[in-house]
């Protein structure tokens, strides 16, 4: 699972459907994100895209991925 993931983005008060449709895709793809079941690498697009949602780099993202 990616707690990281899921703790993000209740720091910044973001639903998984709002995040979904900020990244295009749908809720249950991003579910499977967040719970891990996308694993081991998500796409560089989409890597991108949660990364500006977040507030966060391509580089804090890489880091946290290694750690899960």
């Known amino acids: ?3 990281w993931l899921k703790n993000k ?3 910044k008060g973001i639903t998984q459907a709002t995040m979904a449709k900020k990244i295009g895709i749908s809720r249950q793809y991003y579910a499977f994100i967040e719970n891990g ?5 998500l ?3 989409i890597a991108s895209k949660i990364a500006n949602i977040l507030d966060m780099t391509l580089e804090e993202i890489e880091a ?3 750690r899960a």
């Not at 079941?37 to 690498?41: C, E, H, N, V």
């Open 43 to 45: 796409s560089l697009s």
């Open 37 to 41: 079941f996308r694993l081991p690498d």
């Open 9 to 11: 983005r209740k720091e």
């Open 1 to 3: 699972m990616r707690s």
């Open 64 to 66: 946290y991925e290694k």
